[in-house]
């Protein structure tokens, strides 16, 4: 079955240093989706990724999709605290009719200030 | 506009007992997805459903677990004699229209725990 990976596990920066994790899926992905988990908190939703080879930012992140749809990776310039959290990216499976979302198993971010 | 609510948002319960988790999804939203996370793990999905239907359950236990979404009332999770392997954080999210371009909007969470 499809499965998305997603690496670093964690990763822990100084305050001010950049962050990238990535995401790679074993099938080819009609989209890609990336979401920010608080500690203790609920997944919420950052963005979505349709195109290939999209680049999409909002402030200090860069989104990007892969040329062939099967990797996508989230880049956090100059790292804050309020950045710490858990990244999942979720990839949904090409093809017609209903297909889930597969979610990796995130990348948690500690910053140190 | 109210957001995803779970209910209870911590559930205790002994070997053997029953769990119902509760979700209300977004007003208007009519796709429910039921998440389980493991401390320190990723989100694995359980089951998809629409009003009155369940669309997939591949990720759900083929025992002690079922999930309904009923036409009035919230969707509910229920496990059935309960293991200390079923303690985790189960979430519930719901989406507007499915296909190419919905994003998931999370409830809070039930978090699990079971003695």
């Known amino acids: 079955g499809q499965q998305v990976m997603q690496i670093p596990q964690y990763q822990h920066v100084q305050e001010g240093e950049d962050f990238t994790t990535y995401c790679n899926s074993s099938t080819t992905l009609s989209n890609i989706q990336w979401y920010k988990q608080r500690p203790g908190g609920h997944p919420v939703f950052l963005i979505q990724l349709v195109k290939s080879g999209e680049v999409k930012k909002q402030k200090r992140l860069t989104f990007q999709f892969g040329e062939a749809k099967k990797n996508s990776s989230l880049h956090i310039t100059a790292t804050q605290t309020t950045d710490v959290g858990t990244y999942f990216c979720?990839?949904?499976?090409?093809?017609?009719?209903?297909?889930?979302?597969?979610f990796g198993a995130g990348t948690r971010l500690a910053v140190h200030p | 506009n109210a957001g995803v609510m779970q209910n209870p948002r911590h559930l205790v319960r002994r070997r053997g007992q029953e769990a119902r988790l509760r979700c209300s999804p977004m007003k208007g939203h009519s796709h429910v997805y039921w998440y389980r996370q493991l401390p320190e793990e990723g989100l694995k999905f359980m089951v998809y459903?629409?009003?009155?239907?369940?669309?997939?359950e591949s990720g759900m236990p083929k025992e002690r677990f079922s999930a309904e979404f009923p036409k009035e009332g919230p969707s509910i999770l229920r496990i059935q004699q309960v293991v200390r392997g079923d303690s985790a954080a189960y979430f519930c999210a719901s989406s507007l229209l499915t296909g190419l371009s919905n994003e998931q909007f999370f409830g809070p969470g039930t978090r699990l725990t079971v003695l």
């Open positions: 459903l629409q009003k009155e239907n369940i669309i997939d």
């Open positions: 979720a990839g949904r499976a090409s093809g017609g009719g209903y297909n889930k979302l597969i």
